[in-house]
């Protein structure tokens, strides 16, 4: 329930993406313009209806013929306001995706890829959504009514200050129906969000309940709870629907009202007949667009949330991008070590062509300093040193055409094993690849197609050959995360001996102690055991 | 429905007093006014709160309905993508309920307002009911299915490109640090444009057509009263009262609006139909096995020895998995194969989640035919490949096993599932909260609390399906050598593509070309 009020989130929005602006504009000419269109229809009718009181057989054309423009420009202005709010939202929504999916991908995203994927793809739909339906209701609402309101008060004061002071009322009737909701309101909200969650639960959970003999309770549960699920979700209907009686009672005495007071001037002759009716037609107008808003509230809300979501994730600083040039010979690295985090680091410094050991614990950070050493992401302990130059500092395109990386669960993708390992260069020749896979043991036609994600091949095949992919490149530096994991020892002995030939820096990552000239150990934080500490041994 | 009245009356007031006439005599118009002003505010409360709870009432029934269908069919009757078919479900059930609370309502009552609206009118100007109906004909019915109409071809391809952009995303949120690496990321930006082109042209199309639709909507009721106006002048002249000249354009105007507020619903009604016709379809699944009646007794005693004689499983009439194999206690015994070879059919079928439609399984001596799933399952336990993680604590995640478990039971399975680092990191331990719109667990770890599950009810028989998948290299071994310690004197089933997962076991088998087949354990790479 605790969500951002609209106008600080379309501010928000505004300035993560200036579309947003254009698009507020947009809707709120078209509601104004429509709106006139609206009370231009109500004079013409009640012209009509006037001329029509006096005599029957008065001359209707003139206003009947400004009704039916009346008519048609309300229904322009319609079409107009409607594409435009779509068209302003479609670029925004693109924007937003790409910038999201950007920068996810390129500096890291910091929740799991599943909500990564549903923020980029539903969120951001529900934003679109949000954008081209509920913020033009939004405007509508604040737009249309004021100028109904100046149309009233300039026609018929009176009843324009009867209007007037009913949508004044408006929120002092919502602060005290509000204020008397709210507590309770909060707390069955939650208590319904539990039960309607809980049934979700059961149901998506059914196979594991199944495995363990408890799904036929669980199904008998299911009925139960739904019980429970009504009352509780009535008894939050029953008061947040009070707002909306509150609007309705509000527009139905106010429009009551005015005909009461009309009825008696008209009796006084103090007002033409013809007047008299425009005004009536004009003020449910005043209320329309206020009651959908906020029948539109609802609706919103996963838009709203989704957005400050999005804008959240948007708004975090990323790093500048660096311009140096990559060496162009293997360089010499220093990577900082903490022993424990908040200590201060040390620099480790790795000579052109050094075997590197990462070794400790899953959990210990084995990973992300390999990224680190890939600009991948921000070292976990300061800075990452190319031949005494920040790696930050250095142009990260031509940083990563001196690396390959080997990731714990390598992607292959292409349409055969050729493009898998090519992913993407094009100056690799057949033989080489060839070579490489023989190094490792692999025997693959390299014509042979690929499924999804490689399932064709076993995952050995898959680690291995994103290897051969990694060695074909010919890095100055080659980062491999677990590089023999989850194989046989025969495929183990080919891999470490393919390494062991090659000459440039090779930082390898491993739960084991392996053959290297510099090892790095990294312990699991742990502020009980102030034992285990990171530490760097050095050949 | 009031609405419509306070229009009407006050329309009649208004004119009435133009007449000029004296004051006491608008006292009934003035009356009806008010009280149609209270029962309007008054009224769509109670619409609100009846609609809402004949829904929820509705729509209870139907998620019992759900979960009682989805019990029988989970997992093995659901096709190979049973977790999203159950997702579905359960969102197609919060469709249904918009669709009754959100649309039906409306409709009700704006169609009993529609015709009560026809009548009064008919009553003052006959000629006017038919116009009236015309009108709230196009409004409600016409133009909302022509929009329908037009918009299912965009609505389709709309979905088609969402399908595809979440892949798209999908795929780059989990590896998008290799195509970083590998410099093919504008390549991948061009995709994914591509895609947003498409979503934006058919987007379009649907937009063009909705909007045309509120067009059409609002000309059809401004010439609703140019042509009501017109009839009342004709009525005039054949003696209609002057003060109602009004009242026929007004409830007109007034009914359409209400009509108005209901037809954008009944467009967006088809992707709700679908829903429903989903759930309904879920009846006619056929349930993967079939529960005796008169179940036999199993001797609690009995070793857990299973045997499967000849059998063939298939999925919709077409085969996937024949062959003869035997399980009993002191075996460790791995099943490796390509994906969708039929490894975990092979798995399902031990537990009891599929029967086979040839050949016979039984479990010491007795055929499971005569046995009913939960009997199997309190001697053979089963760890799916992504067991589901629930909306609550980690200690009421594991007692979904064992209601029984103590504390330090919980913890013990914790540190010998592999998850007991990942514990002493939780400053809430047992009490952290898991489950919600993230399951708050990694693949691996989601993967070991199917396996702390597991080792509290310590069966006599457990099948694994790829339990180290996700795992490094380390803790995978960790893992699979407790479980072989704590299975020592049982029967344990591995499902698994890993080579690595073959150390330390008894036996081994291979699925290929529709066909399980044991292989010697030494022999080297199948594939």
Redesign the interface.
């Known amino acids: 329930m605790d969500s951002e009020r609209p106008s600080a989130l379309l501010a928000r929005l505004g300035r993560t993406s200036p579309l947003v602006r254009a698009a507020l504009l947009v809707a709120g000419l078209t509601s104004a313009f429509t709106t006139a269109a609206v009370i231009a ?1 109500a004079v013409a ?1 009640a012209a ?2 006037g001329a ?2 006096h005599s ?1 057989h008065a001359d ?1 054309a003139p206003s ?1 013929v400004a ?2 423009v ?3 420009v ?3 202005s ?2 107009v306001g ?2 435009a709010a ?2 302003s939202a ?1 670029p925004v ?2 924007d937003l ?2 910038r999201l ?2 920068r ?3 500096h890291g ?1 910091t ?8 923020l ?2 539903r969120g951001i ?1 529900a934003v679109e959504l949000y954008l081209s339906r509920y913020v033009p209701a939004l405007v509508t609402a604040v737009v249309a009514p004021v100028v109904a309101l100046a149309w009233l008060v300039a026609t018929d004061p009176l009843s324009g200050v009867i209007v007037g002071l009913s949508v004044g009322l408006l929120p002092i009737f919502m602060v005290l129906l509000g204020l008397e909701a709210k507590g309770r309101m909060e707390q069955r909200w939650r208590e319904q969000q539990y039960l309607a ?20 309770d ?2 008998a549960h ?2 139960e709870v ?2 429970h ?2 009352r509780a ?2 008894a939050t ?2 008061v947040a ?2 707002s ?2 509150a609007l ?2 509000l527009s ?2 106010a ?2 009202l005015v ?2 007071v ?3 001037r ?2 006084n ?1 103090t007002l033409t ?1 013809s007047c ?2 425009a005004v ?2 004009v003020t ?1 107008e005043v209320f ?1 667009p206020l009651r ?1 808003a906020s029948a539109n509230f609802h609706g919103s809300a996963s838009g709203v949330a989704a957005a400050g979501e999005l804008l959240d994730a948007l708004e975090v600083p990323v790093p500048p991008e660096g311009t140096a040039p990559a060496p162009h010979v293997v360089p010499t690295l220093g990577v900082a070590v903490a022993a424990s985090p908040g200590e201060p680091a040390r620099l480790v410094t790795i000579p052109p062509g050094a075997r590197v050991a990462v070794v400790g ?3 210990a950070g084995k990973t992300t300093l390999l ?1 680190s050493l ?1 600009a ?1 992401r921000p070292a976990p302990a300061g800075a990452v040193l190319v031949d005494g130059v920040d790696l930050g500092r250095i142009d990260r ?1 031509e940083w ?2 001196r ?3 080997l ?5 292959l ?1 292409g349409a055969t094993v050729r493009d898998a390992v090519l ?3 094009t100056t690799l020749d057949d033989r080489a690849i060839a070579a490489a896979m023989s190094e490792l043991g692999l025997s693959l036609d390299l014509d042979r197609p690929l ?1 999804e994600g490689a ?7 898959r680690r291995r050959l994103a290897l051969v992919r990694c060695l074909v490149r010919e890095p100055l530096v080659l980062v491999l995360d ?1 590089p ?5 020892p025969l ?1 183990r002995q080919l891999v470490d001996a393919a390494l062991a030939r090659r000459t440039m820096t090779r930082v390898v990552a491993s ?2 102690a392996i053959d290297a000239d510099v090892t790095i150990r990294l312990a ?1 934080p ?1 502020r009980d055991a102030p034992a285990r500490r990171s530490e760097v041994e050095s050949v | 429905m009031s609405s419509v009245g306070l229009a009407g009356t006050s329309a009649w007031l208004i004119v009435r007093a133009a007449e000029r006439p004296a004051v006491l005599s608008l006292t009934v118009p003035m009356g009806l006014v008010q009280l149609f002003a209270l029962a309007k505010a008054g009224g769509r409360y109670v619409e609100r709160t009846a609609t809402h709870s004949a829904a929820l009432g509705v729509v209870g029934r139907l998620r019992a309905g759900v979960a009682r269908r989805l019990e029988p069919l989970v997992p093995a009757g659901l096709g190979p993508r049973s977790a999203q078919v159950v997702d579905l479900a359960v969102r197609d059930v919060d469709r249904v309920q918009d669709l009754v609370s959100a649309v039906m309502g409306p409709l009700i009552t704006s169609v009993v307002a529609g015709l009560v609206t026809v009548a009064v009118s008919g009553l003052i100007v006959p000629a006017t009911a038919l116009s009236l109906v015309g009108a709230l004909a196009l409004n409600a019915v016409v133009w909302p299915t022509l929009a329908a109409r037009a918009g299912r071809r965009g609505e389709d391809e709309i979905d088609d490109v969402r399908a595809e952009l979440v892949a798209l995303v999908s795929d780059l949120a989990r590896h998008g640090d290799e195509v970083v690496m590998a410099g093919t990321w504008r390549a991948w930006a061009e995709r994914r444009e591509r895609l947003e082109d498409r979503y934006d042209e058919a987007q379009r199309r649907q937009q063009r057509t909705s909007a045309l639709v509120g067009a059409a909507t609002s000309v059809t009721a401004g010439a609703t009263a140019i042509v009501t106006i017109l009839l009342v002048r004709g009525a005039l002249a054949g003696g209609l009262a002057r003060s109602l000249i009004a009242v026929p354009v007004l409830v007109a105007l007034a009914a359409l609006e209400l009509v108005g507020t209901v037809a954008p619903l009944l467009v967006g009604w088809r992707g709700d139909w679908a829903a429903l016709g989903r759930l309904e379809a879920l009846g006619g699944l056929t349930a993967p096995v079939r529960e005796p009646t008169e179940p036999a007794t199993l001797d609690d005693a009995g070793p857990g020895a299973i045997v499967v004689r000849d059998v063939t499983c298939a999925y919709d009439g077409t085969s996937t998995l024949r062959g003869t194999w035997d399980l009993g206690p002191g075996d460790v015994a791995v099943v490796e194969g390509p994906s969708g070879s039929g490894k975990t059919t092979a798995a399902r079928l031990l537990a009891k989640l599929l029967d086979p439609v040839a050949g016979r399984v039984t479990i010491d001596g007795v055929d499971y035919g005569e046995l009913r799933g939960d009997q199997v399952r309190t001697r053979v336990g089963f760890v799916d490949d992504e067991p589901y993680v629930f909306a609550t604590t980690l200690a009421g995640n594991l007692r979904v096993a064992r209601p029984d478990a103590t504390d330090e039971e919980l913890r013990e399975a914790c540190h010998a599932a592999q998850l007991g680092d990942w514990l002493a990191s939780r400053p809430e331990g047992l009490d952290t909260p898991l489950g919600g719109a993230t399951t708050g667990l990694s693949g691996g770890e989601q993967r070991r609390l199917g396996v702390a599950r597991e080792l509290l009810r310590h069966r006599r028989v457990v099948v694994l399906d790829e339990p180290t998948e996700g795992l490094d290299d380390a803790t995978a071994r960790a893992l699979l050598a407790t479980l072989r310690a704590r299975y020592h004197d049982r029967a344990m089933l591995l499902v698994s593509h890993y080579e690595s997962d073959r150390e330390g076991a008894t036996r081994r088998f291979v699925t290929r070309d529709g066909w399980l087949a044991e292989v010697p354990v030494a022999s080297p790479d199948s594939s």
Not at chain 1, 407 to 411: L, W, Y
Not at chain 1, 455 to 461: D, I, N, Q, R, V
Request: aromatic share 4%.
């Open positions: 229809q009718i009509a209806l029509l009181f029957s209707l009947l009704l039916g009346a008519t048609l309300r229904a322009a319609l079409v409607d594409v779509a068209r479609a929504r693109r995706r790409a999916v950007d996810a991908v390129r995203y929740g799991p890829a599943d909500s990564l994927t549903q980029a793809t739909d969650g809980y049934v979700g639960d059961v149901v998506r959970g059914m196979a594991v309940l199944k495995a363990h003999g408890r799904s036929g669980a199904v299911v009925d739904g019980q699920l009504r979700t009535m209907l029953r629907f009070l909306g009686f309705e009672l139905s005495l429009t009551a005909a009461l009309l009825g008696l008209l009796v002759g007949l008299a009716l009536l037609l449910p329309v959908r614990p899953s959990g990224r890939c991948l395109d990563h055409r690396v390959a990386w990731a714990q669960d390598p992607h993708s992913a993407g260069a499924g399932g064709e091949l076993s995952a050995g095949e677990e023999t994991a989850h194989l046989d495929a739960h084991r699991l742990d």
